[in-house]
């Protein structure tokens, strides 16, 4: 994928985060970004890696993994799920909704 079809995935209050507030190594499958309060719908991918701040809704594939920032927090998501990271002073996430 390139870097604008990720960046049509990744909204942030409602529209597609701004290319300079994100990176993605396609080689690596990884989404990085310091924002909070992101909305990533990756429902239909498996095997990517996000890196992002607190507040965040993930809409992911299987084998997906997240590391959350502001915790210095790995979440391993075997399964299709949807997600919220927890604010960045509580570890852990809430599972919304599973496939």
Same mark, same amino acid.
């Not at 990517?48 to 915790?71: A, E, M, Q």
């Given at each position: 994928?390139?870097? $604008?079809?990720?960046?049509? #995935?990744?909204?942030?209050?409602? @529209?597609?985060? /701004? ?23 990756? /429902?239909? &991918?498996? +095997? +990517?890696?996000? &890196? ?18 502001? #915790? +210095? ?5 075997? $399964?299709? @799920?949807? &997600? @919220? ?5 509580? @570890? ?8």
């Amino acid at each position: 994928m390139t870097k $604008q079809e990720i960046q049509q #995935r990744v909204l942030q209050g409602g @529209k597609p985060i /701004a290319f300079n507030k994100f990176g993605w190594d396609e080689e690596t499958k990884t989404f990085s970004s310091d924002e909070d309060n992101l909305l990533l719908d990756f /429902a239909d &991918i498996s +095997y +990517y890696t996000f &890196i992002t701040g607190s507040n965040c809704i993930f809409k992911t594939g299987s084998i997906c993994i997240v590391f959350h920032k502001d #915790r +210095y927090e790995v979440i391993e998501l075997k $399964q299709d @799920k949807t &997600i @919220k990271l927890n604010g960045c002073d509580i @570890k852990g996430f809430v599972v919304m909704s599973t496939k």
